[in-house]
């Protein structure tokens, strides 16, 4: 069962405006949850986190949201930018409950496409 | 160089054949990861080490997994008996203490004919 889910394989948004990504998990265990941002045949690289006794956390351009009861986080990007196409990421982790293994579990990802 | 590093990038092998997957962490990072992305998925957790101790094998696929990490930095990670469901691109990630953020290097990816 896939615990972290990213519902859209793609997004398409205009340069300038406000990119939302979306991801939603299922086990209340998790209490960390991270986004990166991959380019092809490069690693992913790590964006912006937060844990579960916030509800924001900003980062320049990128903020994440998280709503514990929704079991819902999101990561807003504005403005967008050309060089913010890229696959985004959505991972958690059970951290600070040790109810989980030490690794991310991670969404499937959401293709960001940047219009100019 | 100042991240993660991998080796190799590419490996094509045949089926039934051993191959080993290098990683070399960031300098100073004390926890290590592997992770793998098949075509079209999320990153798959395999294994984490916490020095070179192994606490949480538990994302190993098979025993034809085995991973090992020396002198607490470099990692190989070797897949016995290669079978074309292993074909994938192979991360590795490291990060200074466990409650970090992971970083991850460029992967290696794997093709069995």
């Known amino acids: ?116 | 160089g100042a991240g993660v590093s991998q080796s190799p990038s590419n490996k094509v092998t045949e089926k039934g054949k051993d191959v080993e997957l290098r990683c070399d962490p960031i300098s100073g990072h004390t926890a290590l990861y592997w992770y793998r992305q098949s075509l079209g998925q999320g990153l798959e957790f395999l294994i984490y080490f916490q020095g070179n101790s192994a606490p949480d094998k538990s994302g190993l696929p098979s025993d034809r997994f085995s991973a090992e990490r020396t002198g607490g930095s470099v990692s190989t990670l070797t897949i016995q008996r290669t079978q074309q469901e292993d074909s994938a691109v192979y991360l590795c990630a490291s990060s200074l203490w466990v409650t970090e953020p992971q970083h991850f290097g460029d992967g290696t990816r794997l093709s069995i004919l």
């Open chain 1, 1 to 116: 069962d896939q615990q972290v889910k990213q519902n859209s394989p793609s997004l398409s948004v205009q340069e300038g405006r406000i990119s939302i990504l979306n991801c939603d998990y299922t086990n209340s265990m998790f209490d960390y949850f991270l986004w990166y941002k991959k380019y092809p045949a490069e690693g992913p690289t790590f964006l912006i986190s937060i844990s579960s006794i916030k509800d924001k956390n900003e980062d320049g351009r990128f903020t994440v949201f998280l709503n514990k009861s929704a079991k819902h986080l999101s990561l807003h990007i504005v403005p967008s930018q050309p060089g913010d196409s890229a696959v985004y990421f959505c991972a958690a982790r059970a951290l600070y409950s040790g109810g989980g293994a030490d690794g991310l579990t991670f969404g499937k990802g959401t293709h960001l496409i940047i219009q100019p």
